[in-house]
């Protein structure tokens, strides 16, 4: 018989009493009673016998909820930190060469630091002209086209007092950054062009800084255009809920001619007056830890990446781990590209000196030595290439199923929606709908709705704020599915209203009924329309992705919203009839009592199967 090592001897014989670790615990997520028990001085069975008595049914070896998790460890009086699967080595190094908060505390007490400002706004209503005049530099001269194309961060002083502006080519990147749990910015700048009036992407601006939680500054801008009416902007921000205060709201709303300087100061004012009453405060000494805004490999100079330091103060010389990536501080610069001394909280620099380019929304901290900072950046790159690179889902998040699991434990459930749909007025019928769903235990919070397809930019928002994406006679594209899955995105698709209520009223009773999948089979694009006599028009059409079945169902898509739905008729490749056409080949589509086609047009091919419930 082979021998037991003396470990495995304890784990299943543990007692019941025996004292719990002292400290915090860290418990991967998904981990199973056999791992659990030993890492709380106790037995699977132990686990076990609890969560049986709780009414849970588990095995030895089979995955444990979080809750489950947290339940047990508060019933004996452990402390347990969740962490994503892969990340326990990562956490314990981490707790072992970090500085604690209680070391940072004792390090010195926290001071007033710069707000961090980022600006947002539709393309092309004068972001980068408004950073221009406020830097007295022609960045807006040297863009492509006068759009932004990189992130920048940029340090000013008014009044005597900084502030750290950071210019984004898009709210894409600030979401990305938060997605991934990096919370860099204090306040939001939102520049709506007076002309224009607020667009689309204005309106996800808004949404992407209400899921930040971050405090909100309107600037109108080219209020010295001839067509320029900030009355008719300042109603459409109200009934984007950001009521002016000259109005009676609390939304500071200011007027301001970039060109000319107009309205600068008292903007740079405001932004500070808000930074006052939010009281930023952080620790000037001690190690550096922030965020790394953006990064790249200069062919001069090797891996570059730009960071905010958000505790301490950042020196050369010191050693530092972003992501996967480690090194000594060669060099650090500032936006002319001056070398810096030091760099203070809420100060963005440029890093020299690291072992490769880690990504955007990386914490970067510094340690002790070059060994450390080794180890913990190869175990998270290990960590990283396990998973593929694949994003961890937003914690937090409540998914439609987990709804009635969170109110039957009495705890108040939101239920955060994205709502796209084609026409404006199915999107207010159905939010008026849903509104009517809330009850005192769940609440349904709307972080963007908006008609059109879904895209990316949902994706990345729903990710950010664990959101489930509900669209109605809309579809996502290809890349946006594949973001979904990859991020773990609840994406719904329906073209009855009643469907959508009857979804969420089940779900908040436990009674989902088994979904049903769409699997998208092939995608093909209308590239020529042709009319034959007696047969009607024809798609020429090019096979993007997947395969195009004849007799396959078929959904007719425009600017990502559904038109009509039927089979494919009839699929000829040359003269010849054709059962199926792959991705990469071009083909003659009929379709079913449709005639309506349009170069650019989508056909999308898919069928149905249910999903088996966890």
């Given at each position: ?21 002292e ?58 930190r ?43 209503h ?5 950073l ?9 001269l040297?863009?492509?086209g006068?759009?932004?194309?990189h ?76 067509d ?51 009281e ?26 730009t ?40 100060s963005?620099a ?10 955007a ?25 396990s ?19 969170q ?20 999107l ?5 709908s ?29 990710a ?9 006679n ?23 209203v ?79 009839d ?26 999308e ?10």
């Amino acid at each position: 018989m082979e021998e037991l090592e003396p470990t495995q001897l304890t784990v299943s014989y543990v007692p019941s009493n025996a004292p719990v670790p002292e400290g915090e615990l860290i418990v991967e997520r998904g981990t199973t009673a056999q791992v659990l028990g030993p890492k709380v001085n106790r037995s699977p069975g132990d686990v076990i016998r609890f969560l049986l008595l709780q009414g849970e049914m588990v095995t030895a070896t089979q995955s444990l909820t979080d809750e489950m998790i947290e339940l047990f460890a508060a019933e004996i009086g452990a402390e347990v930190r969740l962490v994503d699967p892969g990340e326990e080595q990562e956490a314990l190094l981490a707790a072992k060469y970090f500085e604690s908060v209680e070391e940072e505390e004792e390090m010195g007490q926290p001071m007033p630091r710069p707000p961090v400002v980022t600006v947002m706004g539709h393309v092309d209503h004068g972001k980068t002209t408004l950073l221009d005049r406020i830097r007295n530099t022609a960045v807006a001269l040297g863009e492509a086209g006068g759009i932004t194309q990189h992130v920048g961060a940029y340090q000013v002083m008014h009044a005597g007092r900084q502030i750290t502006f950071i210019d984004t080519p898009g709210h894409e990147a600030f979401t990305a950054m938060r997605a991934r749990g990096a919370q860099v910015t204090d306040i939001v700048v939102l520049v709506v062009a007076a002309d224009d009036g607020v667009m689309p992407q204005t309106v996800e601006a808004i949404n992407h800084a209400r899921a930040a939680e971050v405090p909100i500054v309107v600037a109108l801008t080219k209020v010295d255009r001839p067509d320029a009416d900030p009355n008719r902007v300042m109603q459409q921000l109200s009934e984007q809920g950001l009521v002016p205060e000259n109005w009676g709201g609390d939304t500071v709303t200011l007027e301001v001619a970039a060109p000319e300087g107009l309205g600068v100061d008292e903007l740079l004012e405001h932004i500070l007056l808000v930074a006052e009453i939010a009281e930023l405060t952080a620790v000037p000494v001690g190690n550096a830890r922030g965020v790394v805004l953006e990064a790249n490999l200069d062919v001069g100079r090797g891996p570059v990446a730009t960071v905010i330091v958000q505790k301490g103060i950042l020196a050369p010389g010191d050693v530092m781990v972003a992501g996967p990536a480690w090194g000594k501080v060669k060099a650090l610069l500032d936006e002319t590209g001056s070398h810096v001394k030091e760099v203070h909280p809420s100060s963005p620099a440029v890093v020299l000196g690291l072992s490769t380019v880690p990504s955007a929304g990386d914490e970067f901290r510094v340690v002790a030595d070059q060994s450390t900072a080794r180890t913990i950046a190869e175990t998270r790159e290990r960590r990283l290439r396990s998973m593929g690179h694949a994003p961890v889902p937003s914690a937090g998040a409540v998914r439609l199923e987990d709804l009635f699991e969170q109110v039957s434990r009495g705890e108040t459930a939101t239920l955060n929606l994205i709502l796209k749909a084609d026409v404006q007025g199915s999107l207010e019928a159905l939010t008026d709908s849903l509104r009517k769903l809330e009850r005192d235990e769940v609440k349904i919070s709307f972080v963007h709705r908006a008609v059109g397809g879904i895209t990316e930019n949902d994706v990345g928002l729903a990710a950010a704020s664990g959101a489930t994406i509900i669209g109605f006679n809309v579809r996502p594209d290809r890349r946006s599915r594949e973001a979904a899955q990859a991020q773990q995105v609840d994406i719904r698709t329906y073209e009855v209203v009643y469907k959508v209520l009857e979804d969420i009223e089940a779900a908040l009773v436990g009674m989902l009924k088994p979904e049903f999948e769409e699997v998208v089979t092939g995608e093909a694009e209308v590239r020529a329309v042709f009319r034959i006599p007696r047969v009607g028009a024809v798609a020429g059409c090019y096979v993007r992705n997947g395969t195009i079945t004849r007799g396959s169902r078929v959904r007719f898509l425009r600017d990502g919203v559904i038109i009509w739905k039927g089979a494919v008729a009839s699929l000829r490749r040359f003269k010849d009839d054709a059962r199926e056409v792959q991705s990469g080949f071009e083909c003659g589509v009929g379709l079913s009592d449709f005639q309506d086609l349009k170069e650019g047009d989508i056909i999308e091919t898919f069928e149905e199967r249910e999903i088996a419930r966890a």
